[in-house]
C-alpha cells in the first residue's frame, strides 16, 4: 500500500491520499518515509494530512536527517511551519550535530530561519564542526540571512573547533559580502585562531587578496603575528600565495618581518622554492642577506632545501655566496653535506670558495666525504681541479 501513498504524494492528490488514510494505510511504513517523501517534493497539505494520521515526526531519513531539518535545508517553508505546529523537535536535525536552523542558514534560506528562531530555536547550537547558524551563512555567503542572524543578536564572536569566528571563515572562505557585513556589525578584526592566526593572516593562509583588502581597509593590524610569529605576509610567501604577497607589500607591510625562528617572507619562499614569491620579494627589494636564528640566509634556504631554480634567482640577484651561518659554513658547504649536486654545481659555476672553512675547520669537501656523496663528491673534486 506503500506505493499507493506514494504515489498519491508524487501527484499531490489529496483526495486519493485521504482515502488511503481512511483505509488503515500505514503512514508509518518504511520508517516515515511517506512523510519525508511529502516534505521532499513541498507537499505541506499532504504532510498536514499524515500529520493528523499519527505519522511520526521523529523518523529519519537515508541521509539520517529529520524531516525538519530537511525542510530547512530545502527551504520547503510551508512544510517547516506545518512540522513545527506539530511540535517538532527545532534542535533535531542530522547526526552531524546539523540542526534545522543550521541547515537553514547553511542554504541561505531566512524565511526558514525567521520560522524556526520564531518557534525558539536555539541561535547559537553547533554542529560536530562547533559551526553556528551564523558561521554556517557566512560560510556559504548568504549575505540577508547573516544579517538577519546579526539582527536576531547572534553572537558574532562565536568559536568554532579552530577557534575561528564567523568573520575569520568568511575571509578564509573569501566570503566578501559577509565579511563586511560582519566588520560592520563591529566583528573583531584581530580574533585569534588555536594557531594564533588574526583574521588577515587566515586571509593569507588561504590566498585571499580580496579579503585582505576589506579586512586592511576595515584597519586590521597588517603586521600581526600568529603564535610562532608569522605576519600574514610570510605565511602569503609560505603558501605560495604570490598575489597576496603582492598585495600586502603595496600596503605596506614590513618586508623584513621575522618569525620566532628569524625567517623572513623571502627565506620562506627560498625554503619551499615559490620562485614567483622571490621574485616578487626580491623585486620589492626584501634584504637578499638577512639571516634566521641559525644565520642561514635564503640563499644557503634553498640550496639545503635543494631549489636549484631559487639558487639561481637569488644568485642572478648577487646574493652573497660566501656568506657563513652561526657554524660559518657557506651555501656551497650546506649544498654538498645534503648531497644537492645541482644546487652545488649551480654555486660552483658563480665562483663559490672550495677551500673556505667553517667553525670545524671543514670545508666543502670535507663536509661532502662526512656524508659520503660521490656526485657531488665528483663536481666539487672536478672543481677544485679545474682551479689549481
Known amino acids: 500500500m506503500y506505493s499507493l501513498v506514494a504515489d498519491a504524494i508524487k501527484t499531490d492528490n489529496l483526495a486519493v491520499l485521504q482515502q488511503l488514510i481512511d483505509s488503515n494505510a500505514d503512514v508509518n511504513a518504511k520508517r516515515g518515509a511517506a512523510l519525508h517523501l511529502a516534505i521532499q517534493r513541498n507537499r505541506a497539505t499532504c504532510a498536514q494530512l499524515l500529520i493528523n494520521a499519527k505519522a511520526k515526526l521523529d523518523f529519519r531519513d537515508r541521509n539520517n536527517w529529520t524531516g525538519l531539518a530537511g525542510a530547512a535545508h530545502d527551504g520547503h517553508l510551508a512544510c517547516l511551519e506545518v512540522l513545527i505546529s506539530a511540535k517538532a523537535n527545532v534542535e533535531e536535525g542530522s547526526d552531524s550535530g546539523i540542526t534545522p536552523l543550521i541547515a537553514a542558514s547553511s542554504s541561505g534560506n531566512t524565511d526558514c530561519v525567521r520560522a524556526l528562531l520564531d518557534a525558539q530555536a536555539d541561535i547559537e547550537g553547533r554542529d560536530s564542526n562547533g559551526y553556528t547558524a551564523l558561521m554556517s551563512a557566512a560560510n556559504k555567503n548568504h549575505v540577508d540571512c547573516v544579517q538577519f542572524l546579526i539582527n536576531s543578536k547572534a553572537n558574532i564572536e562565536a568559536r568554532d573547533q579552530m577557534d575561528s569566528t564567523p568573520l575569520c571563515i568568511a575571509a578564509g572562505a573569501g566570503r566578501i ?12 578584526l584581530e580574533a585569534r585562531t588555536t594557531n594564533g592566526y588574526s583574521v588577515l593572516i587566515w586571509a593569507a593562509f ?3 587578496v580580496q579579503s585582505l583588502e576589506v579586512l586592511i581597509d576595515a584597519n586590521a593590524d597588517i603586521d600581526a603575528k600568529d603564535t610562532h610569529g608569522n605576519t600574514a605576509l610570510t605565511m602569503a610567501s609560505r603558501k605560495a600565495a604570490k598575489d597576496c604577497v603582492k598585495f600586502l607589500i603595496e600596503r605596506k ?20 622554492g615559490y620562485t614567483s614569491c622571490q621574485k616578487v620579494l626580491l623585486d620589492a627589494k626584501a634584504n637578499i642577506e638577512a639571516k634566521n636564528n641559525n644565520g642561514d640566509t635564503a640563499l644557503m634556504v634553498a640550496a639545503e632545501r635543494s631549489y636549484p631554480e631559487s639558487v639561481k634567482i637569488l644568485l642572478d640577484t648577487k646574493a652573497n655566496i660566501e656568506a657563513k651561518n652561526n657554524h660559518g659554513d657557506t651555501a656551497l658547504m650546506v649544498a654538498a653535506h645534503r648531497d644537492h649536486p645541482e644546487c652545488a654545481q649551480l654555486l660552483l659555476d658563480a665562483k663559490a670558495d672550495v677551500e673556505v672553512t667553517n667553525v ?29
Open 360 to 388: 670545524d675547520g671543514e670545508n666543502a669537501l670535507m663536509c661532502l666525504s662526512r656524508g659520503g656523496q660521490a656526485a657531488s663528491v665528483l663536481s666539487l673534486v672536478r672543481a677544485k681541479k679545474q682551479r689549481r
Open 206 to 208: 588561504y590566498h585571499r
Open 253 to 272: 607591510a614590513d618586508i623584513e618581518a621575522k618569525t620566532d625562528a628569524g625567517n623572513t617572507a623571502l627565506q620562506w619562499a627560498g625554503y619551499h
Open 177 to 188: 559580502e559577509s565579511a563586511r557585513v560582519l566588520i560592520a556589525a563591529k566583528a573583531d
